[in-house]
């Protein structure tokens, strides 16, 4: 008996899963689908080119990056005021005075929330300068966060992911010259 012939086998789920191959990579002994692999996106390839009469809109990549692992490599927002939880990452060097400025700031409309999960969800991160690549879940939708600013872009990092990066204690809102 052949091994097509063998009782069960399917020749043509054969045919078929020997084209799906080369999409699946080993991760850790596992065999997994290769899009499991982070997919590594830039900002300009957030939103549709030239910009519409309607405004921005997703571009493809984007929505295709929805849900995936993604690699994104931009630059901390340096806040006056930190977010526990989460920072903003932005394609060049941005300073926030929300005191002063309130909601008149430099934020890029690619500017990306970056949110820390769970187990970290009161930490306060330190201020970084220079380029960051961080690595997590994208997510695409307009969500408000405490201070009502609304984000439209999401990189939710995985536990432990800034492990080895510095926290800051909690900013003193009420500091007074000497």
Not at 56 to 73: M, Y
Not at 122 to 146: C, I, N, Y
């Amino acid at each position: 008996m052949q091994p097509a012939e063998h009782a069960g086998f399917d020749p043509e789920f054969g045919m078929r899963l020997r084209t799906l191959l080369p999409a699946w990579a080993v991760v850790g002994g596992l065999a997994m689908p290769a899009f499991a692999q982070p997919l590594t996106l830039g900002f300009h390839e957030f939103f549709a080119q030239p910009i519409g009469p309607r405004g921005l809109a997703p571009s493809a990549a984007l929505q295709a990056a929805v849900g995936r692992e993604v690699r994104l490599t931009g630059f901390m927002v340096r806040r006056e005021r930190p977010l526990a939880g989460q920072f903003l990452l932005t394609p060049r060097p941005v300073n926030m005075a929300e005191h002063a400025d309130g909601e008149a700031d430099d934020l890029p409309a690619t500017a990306v929330t970056v949110v820390l999960d769970e187990t970290q969800r009161d930490r306060l991160v330190a201020f970084q300068p220079g380029p960051l690549t961080l690595t997590g879940r994208l997510a695409f939708g307009p969500v408000e966060d405490s201070t009502g600013r609304i984000s439209w872009v999401r990189l939710h990092l995985a536990e432990r992911a800034l492990a080895a990066q510095a926290s800051t204690a909690a900013p003193d809102h009420h500091h007074h010259p000497h």
